[in-house]
């Protein structure tokens, strides 16, 4: 894996990302208003779950309306992180604040995904699960910046340190 | 007192030195701020993609603003405090940060665009609740709110790199600070 990530770090793509002043903070950018984007739809659709917010639509309009953005959300948050890798692969898989992002948004997907099962049908869906999903996703906002930090959050854990 | 004796007096407080001290500190409070300001930046959107008639057009605006907005000033609230302690650990650097200055100025504009829309239009929506289109007052305020915000987020970001010396790493370290 650090071998990897060194390799990728010298090609030309990556070097050309890194030397420039205003790549990354641009596409690091352009990475926080997605968050916004999906954090938002998440938190709409949990609270209707929740029945606190939208409760005169059913479940299946909210679903209708957000998974959209949701799926195109994180389709670009995809592509913008995956810009952010090349252009410094050491720095993402030496954190392991960054594993534990992916493995969060994993899991955080798969808890969409079935609460999303239910919202299609107009079905009851776990209020639990709800909750869980927006912890999910807050974690996953957290650890992302936390990869800055990954000495600082992690001591002796850090593979930085 | 001046703006900078101020910056000065917030750095050098309390709560500035907690901030210094403790190595979690900065990473929890920047992830809150992000935290705060993405939920800020959606729930706007939320409701002036609803203004602008793109989203949502069959629910009362006055029905998306106040479902929206509950959260929008929690998480704004959020976003000042942990901002606050930010500045407090680094204040004379953020203080005279090119992109700090920026940010503040489009979050009074935000603020001012915010409020001429409430004494303006928002006044009569009763009138326009259901209507399609918006009043293009209402639609202006609209876009420059999105507008305003996305550049809010960008000064943000651009803060981290333009700052300089990153104190909050430890000397003995070696870390890769081309990315904040």
Known sequence: ?161 | MTLQDLAQTVGNSGLGAWMRSNVLAMPVVEAAHVLAAVTVLGTVLVVDLRLLGLTDRLRRVTVVSSEMLRYTWVAFGLAVITGVMMFAANANTYYGNTAFRIKLLLLAGAGINMAIFNLGSLRRVVQWDLQQPAPRAARVAAALSVLLWLTIIFAGRWIGFTKGYDFAVPDNVDLDLTIP
């Open chain 1, 1 to 161: 894996m650090e071998q990897f990530a060194q390799w990728l770090q010298a090609t030309p793509l990556s070097i050309a990302i890194q030397s420039s002043s205003w790549m990354v903070p641009l596409l690091q950018s352009i990475h926080i208003v997605l968050i916004g984007v999906v954090f938002v739809s998440v938190l709409l659709l949990v609270l209707r779950v929740l029945g606190v917010a939208r409760t005169e639509q059913l479940p299946s309009v909210v679903w209708a309306q957000f998974a959209p953005w949701l799926r195109r959300g994180v389709t670009l948050l995809a592509l913008t992180g995956l810009v952010l890798i090349i252009s410094e692969p050491v720095r993402e898989f030496t954190a392991v604040s960054f594993w534990l992002k992916m493995l969060l948004l994993a899991l955080g997907l798969s808890a969409i995904a079935v609460l999303g099962k239910a919202l299609r049908r107009d079905a009851p869906a776990s209020r639990g699960l709800a909750v869980l999903t927006l912890l999910l996703w807050i974690a996953v906002i957290f650890f992302g910046r936390a990869i800055a930090y990954d000495v600082e959050v992690w001591g002796a854990l850090s593979f930085k340190a």
